[in-house]
């Protein structure tokens, strides 16, 4: 059974530094595209950054060069580096993990997510 468990989330001033964590149990994390997905009050889940299973990298406009994604496939664990935190990254943060094969999303795990919160 795969779970995906994130951790590092919480209260933090505008400004300062948070790190995310998630840790994927079961044996399919090294194929994986990992992803962070964050989703703030009244407002739709959007993609924050992921990672290839290569380490190719993405990420949101509003986090470039704040934000950094990462993966370690010895821990089967991703982390997401927070930077120069703002109050409007409040949110939910949610862990993702996908694979996509040429007739389509083989699988497509989430964690439960984690509540951070900046304040000005």
């Known amino acids: 059974q795969v779970q995906l468990v994130e951790s590092g989330g919480g209260l933090v001033q505008a400004g300062r530094s948070l790190r995310l964590s998630c840790a994927v149990s079961?044996?399919?994390?090294?194929?994986?595209?990992m992803g962070w997905y964050r989703q703030a009050p009244g407002r739709q889940r959007d993609l924050v950054a992921a990672?290839?299973?290569?380490?190719?990298?993405n990420y949101a406009n509003s986090v470039k060069g704040r934000f950094t994604i990462s993966r370690d496939n010895a821990k089967n664990t991703v982390y997401l580096q927070m930077n120069s935190l703002k109050p409007e990254d409040t949110a939910v943060y949610s862990c993702?993990?996908?694979?996509?094969?040429?007739?389509?999303?083989?699988?497509?795990?989430w964690g439960q997510g984690t509540q951070v919160t900046v304040s000005s």
């Open positions: 990672i290839t299973s290569g380490g190719s990298t």
């Open positions: 993702n993990a996908k694979r996509i094969i040429f007739s389509g999303i083989e699988y497509d795990y």
């Open positions: 079961g044996s399919i994390f090294s194929a994986s595209v």
